[in-house]
């Protein structure tokens, strides 16, 4: 596709409820990464894939919290039993290259427009 | 203290101001540093990116970096409307370390 998408746009859920927020990478881009940005901050690096295998997962917030790209191209956040501190937008973005080693224009990240959730 | 210290503002300017967009960072493993424009309800844009010291030039916008101060900066010429967003600086060593953002307002 021409960019990255994300779905749902906006989820709300009750507290305790689990959420699945998908991911739609650009068509060939390696890496998919996930940040979390609460309101009024930048966005906190979650996880990151090298298409399917997840090579960084030092940022999930706790083991409610679990990520899967099983064929390298869509992704799939999940969140069990939600709690209202999960309440932020959930970013996700890809890139051609891995995102690892040196830096230039194929490892640069284009973001999706954000799932926002809100736990109730 | 976080590794990427950004003031958030608002910041709100005339338009056709200067605008100097500023964040410092204390690791010297930082190797890369972006600059992406949030507007509401949408993900960051890459607007620029370098991993020397030294001033980088794109059109309107100039990006600084100061490795030995641990500092860098954006600088917008000619402001507009259009430029107003929340403006995030990131860096890489292996991940990508956001800081918190900085909202700016640019007054027609």
């Known amino acids: 596709g021409a960019g990255v998408s994300q779905s749902p746009r906006y989820k709300v859920a009750k507290r305790g409820q689990d959420v699945a927020l998908r991911c739609d990478p650009i068509?060939?881009?390696?890496?998919l990464f996930w940040y979390q940005q609460a309101l009024g901050q930048g966005p906190e690096f979650l996880t990151y894939f090298q298409n399917e295998a997840q090579l960084d997962k030092s940022g999930l917030p706790s083991d409610r919290f679990f990520a899967e790209r099983p064929e390298g191209s869509v992704s799939t956040l999940k969140i069990q039993r939600t709690q209202q501190e999960d309440s932020a937008v959930y970013l996700c973005?890809?890139?051609?290259?891995?995102?690892?080693?040196?830096?230039?224009?194929?490892?640069?990240?284009?973001f999706g427009a954000g799932s926002r959730l809100t736990v109730l | 203290q976080k590794e990427v210290e950004q003031d958030p503002g608002p910041l709100s300017v005339p338009e056709g101001a200067i605008v100097s967009l500023n964040c410092t960072y204390s690791?010297?493993?930082?190797?890369?540093f972006m600059w992406y424009r949030q507007y509401s309800r949408k993900g960051p844009e890459l607007l620029m990116y370098?991993?020397?010291?030294g001033n980088k030039e794109d059109g309107r916008f100039t990006a600084q970096v100061d490795k030995s101060s641990k500092y860098i900066s954006l600088f917008i010429r000619d402001s507009q409307p259009s430029d107003s967003a929340t403006y995030l600086c990131?860096?890489?060593?292996?991940?990508?370390?956001f800081g918190k953002g900085t909202r700016l307002h640019i007054l027609p």
């Open positions: 690791n010297s493993a930082f190797q890369y």
């Open positions: 370098t991993y020397s010291s």
């Open positions: 068509s060939g881009h390696v890496s």
């Open positions: 990131a860096m890489r060593w292996d991940k990508i370390i």
């Open positions: 973005a890809s890139s051609f290259s891995s995102g690892t080693g040196s830096f230039s224009g194929a490892n640069v990240l284009t």
